[in-house]
């Protein structure tokens, strides 16, 4: 058995130093024993210094540096000896990161997966705080918990982005300090050495409770992005059970708003509809130069389908669902057997929200409160259609009619009963359709005929 010490466990070119050195003096991998200055030595193991002279020349992609330069950071024990199995491996596969089924190949892939995770973590929830050096300068200073070796690599991200600060990141397996002109490394740290908290901390968190929208509230996703981990080190965490509470109550709230603006008695005809849209300038989008887009087809319409909003086609040609994501709709309205001209065809919101771009307008997201305020024009045109059931495509559309934004992965496809007595019928907007390619585009333009399959059905017995 042949030893092979790394005396820093990160430390890639020392690795990749004596990989070369042993794969060329012919070293299989089950005659190596790799440890990185924190493990257990095997006391049978020969000095490396000890193989013969070198024997072959060593192959590597590109490839595989980028995936090792990630993957030895990770906090595996035997991540070195799986590099080094991988590394054999190559001379006589040179294609082997190529088959995605095998165990090696997928074991260092998530470990790089892991590690650039941790890596963006580290990134995004690293918070500093102001302290008083002895010389009475100002420093910064940060407490961090990564779940692999990730703290030097991480460094220069934080020297280019606080280049002017002077800052520290202390972490349980050494600490990071910043001068504004060298980046010093020093022992390891502990919670109670970082600093509770500043006087910029209640500023911080009155920006954020300011900014928090409840709309947009995803748990699940919040979770997922921000594990329960990492909240103790963050001063915002502490906030988020109380908002995450009070959500629901402040989204009503700011659909009530948005109600408010509008005094007048509800529109008496679809008419009276195109003239108030055409004219209202409630939000930002009204106002942005662009001609409101009127819904079309007849009063007593029993389907009626929404959109998000308008796009430049629409816009140019004054008409609803007309650019490639009203063809994609048409086709697949006809291939479920639903005549697109016996329905009435409208938007959540009635302008186009744009970015110009050159000669270009790039289609933006409408926030929740702008969908909020048009909706008071979508519940005029609901009512005088009397549709018996109602098609939403996407989560701004099902957010105009519902009141709320729903999660369109988890309620599409069911018919959602309404105290008017309609059926909401949710499923995605086509645009996202087009914005697919290759299975993805296959899977979901298959789901999205099998959702109107389902609309087809339950317009026989409404």
Request: neutral net charge.
């Amino acid at each position: 058995m042949i030893a092979a010490d790394l005396r820093e466990p990160d430390d890639f070119e020392a690795w990749r130093g004596e990989a070369r050195r042993l794969i060329g003096q012919g070293a299989p991998p089950e005659t190596v024993a790799w440890t990185d200055g924190h493990g257990t030595a095997d006391l049978f193991a020969l000095p490396s210094a000890s193989a013969p002279s070198l024997l072959r020349e060593v192959r590597a992609s590109r490839a595989f540096m980028d995936l090792a330069r990630s993957a030895i950071l990770h906090s595996e024990p035997l991540r070195l000896a799986l590099l080094y199995r991988v590394l054999w491996r190559l001379q006589d596969r040179p294609r082997l990161l190529d088959d995605a089924a095998d165990r090696d190949v997928a074991a260092l892939e998530r470990m790089a997966r892991q590690v650039r995770r941790d890596i963006h973590k580290m990134r995004a929830f690293v918070r500093f705080r102001s302290v008083t050096d002895d010389d009475g300068s100002e420093r910064f200073v940060a407490w961090f918990e990564p779940d692999h070796r990730i703290e030097r690599a991480n460094a220069d991200f934080f020297v280019n982005r606080f280049a002017s600060q002077n800052w520290s990141i202390l972490t349980p397996r050494l600490s990071l300090h910043w001068d504004g002109m060298a980046l010093l490394e020093g022992p390891p740290a502990s919670r109670e050495d970082a600093p509770a908290e500043d006087a910029t901390e209640e500023l911080w968190l009155s920006y954020y409770r300011s900014t928090f929208n409840p709309a947009r509230l995803k748990v699940g996703m919040m979770l997922k992005e921000m594990p329960r981990r990492y909240w103790k080190n963050l001063p915002e965490a502490r906030q988020i059970p109380d908002l995450i509470a009070g959500a629901h109550k402040r989204e009503a709230a700011m659909i009530a708003t948005g109600a408010s603006l509008f005094e007048d008695p509800p529109p008496a005809s679809l008419d009276a509809v195109a003239e108030g849209i055409a004219q209202c300038r409630r939000c930002a989008i009204g106002c942005n130069g662009t001609r409101a887009v009127m819904g079309e087809g007849a009063p007593g319409a029993d389907l009626m389908i929404v959109g998000e909003q308008p796009g430049d086609t629409e816009e140019r040609e004054n008409r609803p669902f007309v650019g490639p994501a009203g063809q994609l709709l048409d086709e697949a309205l006809g291939a479920a057997g639903i005549d697109r001209a016996s329905a009435y065809v409208t938007n959540a919101v009635k302008h186009f929200k744009f970015a110009p771009r050159g000669k270009r307008r790039l289609h933006q997201t409408p926030t929740a409160g702008e969908i909020d305020i048009c909706r008071w024009w979508l519940d005029g045109e609901r009512a005088l259609v009397k549709p018996k059931v109602v098609l939403a495509l996407g989560a701004s559309s099902a957010r105009g009619l519902l009141g709320r934004t729903p999660s369109i992965g988890r309620e599409r496809g069911q018919a959602l009963a309404q105290s008017d007595g309609t059926t909401i019928w949710l499923t995605a907007h086509p645009s996202y359709l087009l914005r697919l390619d290759g299975e993805a585009r296959e899977r979901e333009h298959a789901r999205f005929a099998d959702d109107l399959a389902g609309l087809a059905r339950v317009l026989k017995t409404a």
